[in-house]
């Protein structure tokens, strides 16, 4: 014990662990006999994940691409990565399958994945591919409790953790008790604050949230900035729990003061969650669209829920 970190870089983390492309867009490696690779992060980002992934395997191909959830950050580069690696297999939810049938969302990838690039250039990563998000097959369909293995002593456990989004899973190598929940857990910025990422559900967010804290995991990845170890990850779901409860109560609180005026609201929540993030950010179109899904979440929740939270599972 003692033994804390929070890391902002990419590179190798842990034993046979690594953050790859960008801390703000990355893409997680752990490698073994079958190595695993999880989320794909931008479309633009394709080919420089693929250098980055084959200075560590060489010639070897990954096992699985396991994807938290079909956001166009997380599920960008997919396209690309099959290409390089055919025989990798594609890992994600039934209802990831779902939502990429509807033509909307994949468009809603696409444009997304185009609004990325000055981002890209921002945060001054160098890129070949295009920002053309080409769509994917998801080969292996996981749930909860599903096993997939590394090595003979490691495999990857599936756990479903809805409320962020419906399709949302989160994966824990076991041999090191690493957890990538994406923002199932919240995303933390780099002024301390933590986005509380309901744009789903909020009930169904705060008990992934407070089942994270029951996992107890050495190293925690929430999709984006930063990696936490150690007594670092108690630390931040301690923080990003509170953080959730003051944006159901800052919701409620502003809602009643603009009397339900949506773009009121949305404009006031910007000014203190948006504006002062000095980066790196999610581009605005895609924070301001995901912005209105957690205040309808939290408006749907309602007020009579309010006192029921520790009920939750
Ligand atoms: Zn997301």
Redesign the pocket.
């Known amino acids: 014990m003692g033994d804390h970190m929070i890391y902002s870089r990419t590179g190798k983390i842990d034993e046979d662990f690594y953050v790859l492309g960008h801390p703000a867009v990355p893409i997680y490696l752990m490698d073994g006999l079958q190595p695993i690779i999880f989320d794909a992060g931008f479309t633009i980002l394709g080919e420089h994940y693929i250098s980055e992934i084959e200075k560590i395997l060489g010639s070897r191909s990954p096992a699985y691409c396991c994807i ?2 079909v ?1 166009f ?2 599920c960008g580069s997919i396209a690309a990565l099959k290409r390089r690696y055919p025989r990798m297999l594609i890992a994600a939810s039934e209802k990831a399958v779902e939502i990429l049938k509807r033509p909307n969302a994949v468009d809603l990838i696409r444009h997304l994945n185009a609004s990325a690039e000055p981002l890209v250039k921002q945060l001054g990563i160098s890129y070949t591919s295009e920002a053309r998000f080409e769509p994917f097959f998801i080969d292996h369909r996981v749930k909860e409790g599903d096993r997939l293995e590394i090595s003979s002593d490691c495999h990857v456990e599936v756990f479903e953790t809805p409320g ?2 419906w399709d ?1 899973l989160s994966y824990r190598i076991s041999k090191r008790n690493i957890l990538l929940s ?2 199932a857990a919240g ?1 933390p910025d780099k002024t301390g604050y933590v986005v509380t ?1 309901c ?1 789903a559900d909020f009930n169904h967010y705060l008990a992934s949230l407070l089942r994270f804290k029951t996992l107890e995991a050495d190293l925690l990845c929430p ?1 984006h900035i930063y990696v936490y170890k150690g007594r670092d990850v108690t630390d931040y779901l301690a923080k990003a729990e509170i953080a959730c409860f003051d944006f159901h109560k800052t919701v409620l609180q502003i809602a009643a003061e603009e009397n339900g005026d949506f773009d009121c609201i949305k404009q006031r929540i910007k000014r203190f969650e948006y504006d002062p993030n000095p980066g790196p950010k999610q581009p605005e179109p895609a924070y301001l669209l ?1 912005l209105e899904a957690r205040i309808r979440a939290i408006l749907n929740t309602g007020r009579n829920t309010l006192n029921g939270y520790d009920h939750q599972a």
Do not use: A, I, V
Request: aromatic residues 0%.
């Open positions: 938290t959830h956001h950050d997380h962020h989004t949302c994406s923002e995303q990422d744009l999709g995901n």
